[in-house]
């Protein structure tokens, strides 16, 4: 009688064990992925419904490249700065030191106004807008008003007229009225992402454009030096930052659900409005509900074989 109580026990763990997950099921970051060899943490995500929503739709991976797409298009992303908070762009048609591209291709840089408050280019990010029409919205007043025109971070059009591509051009005159040297508005003009919001070449109205940012702080000796890329910073408010360490601190991963707009604390088999804790009293089929009903369960077997050992003692 006894070793058939027995083995009935022994398939009832068997069956409850291979039911349970493992514990540490709870506390697997179900969004952390990879593209190519850049990681996709919070609050950034390849999945919908993985990271903040403000970033969402923005991360595509395609054969091993990191794509970020926006109004203005698509970039590729060459890194992600986790402790800086900024990401590093490389748009397919941006002019460099050894090349200019014009014909208005360049991307330049929109988002949608939803987006603006997450994404903008870093202040110490220089944009050079090349070949601009008179008639661009960047020179009217000229030449009475002072021009927008400036050097960001040490970085400007007269370094980067030294540049080969601008040897190559040669003379020739670029832009409908442009000129290095003449009295209409010049061939190139540089300035920071907040002189205008939006770097949108039609409505600017130029031909191409580079962009270059520094993050070390010594001074780079030359535009060949400089660093041709996007150079953009992220932020999350400081309520969503609270929202989601309260999230990973109770074993759980920050998403938002599928209106896209509210964040959502993902608890295993189920999702909390704010952390894993709270799953407790409220769904029993959270992580943590998991954990009190395996503790119950445990117990039981330990009184089923205490009391069959008493009886096989009896007996
Ligand atoms: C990722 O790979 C690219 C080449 O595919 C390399 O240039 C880059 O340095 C790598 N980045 C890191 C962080 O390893
Ligand atoms: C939890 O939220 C994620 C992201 O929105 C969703 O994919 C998933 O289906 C949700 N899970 C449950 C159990 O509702
Ligand atoms: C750029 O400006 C043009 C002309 O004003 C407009 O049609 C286009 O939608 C703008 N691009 C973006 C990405 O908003
Ligand atoms: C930018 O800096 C260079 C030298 O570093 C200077 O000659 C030039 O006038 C500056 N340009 C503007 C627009 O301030």
Not at 21 to 26: D, V
Not at 105 to 131: C, H, Q, T
Request: hydrophobic share 35%; net charge neutral; with cysteine.
């Amino acid at each position: 009688m006894a070793p058939l109580i027995y083995s009935g026990l022994l398939s009832i763990i068997i069956t409850l064990s291979a039911l349970l997950q493992p514990p540490c099921a709870a506390h697997i970051n179900a969004c952390r992925s990879f593209c190519g060899n850049i990681t996709i943490d919070y609050p950034f995500g390849l999945q919908q419904g993985c990271g903040h929503p403000g970033f969402r739709d923005l991360l595509f991976c395609m054969n091993d490249m990191l794509m970020f797409h926006i109004s203005s298009g698509s970039y590729r992303v060459l890194e992600i700065d986790y402790a800086y908070k900024a990401l590093t762009l490389h748009d397919l048609h941006l002019s460099t030191c050894e090349t200019i591209v014009l014909g208005g291709k360049g991307n330049g840089f929109e988002v949608e106004p939803w987006r603006g408050p997450y994404l903008a280019p870093d202040s110490d990010n220089v944009f050079m807008l090349i070949g601009c029409s008179a008639r661009s919205p960047l020179f009217q007043g000229f030449p009475e008003k002072h021009l927008p025109c400036r050097n960001v971070s040490g970085m400007g059009c007269e370094e980067y007229y030294r540049c080969p591509a601008w040897s190559l051009l040669g003379a020739q005159r670029i832009g409908s009225q442009g000129s290095v040297y003449g009295s209409g508005p010049p061939e190139c003009c540089a300035l920071p992402f907040e002189a205008v919001k939006s770097i949108n070449l039609s409505r600017l109205e130029c031909e191409g454009y580079s962009s270059a940012y520094s993050i070390a702080p010594l001074r780079m000796e030359g535009p060949g030096d400089w660093t041709y890329g996007i150079r953009v910073k992220y932020s999350i408010q400081s309520n969503s930052d609270e929202f989601c360490r309260a999230c990973e601190a109770t074993g759980g991963t920050c998403g938002y659900g599928g209106d896209g707009i509210r964040q959502l604390c993902m608890c295993g088999s189920s999702n909390s409005t704010s952390n894993c804790d709270s799953m407790v009293s409220g769904s029993t089929r959270g992580g943590r509900g998991r954990w009190s009903l395996m503790n119950i369960l445990t117990g039981v077997l330990v009184i089923c074989s205490s009391v069959l050992v008493k009886r096989n003692n009896v007996g």
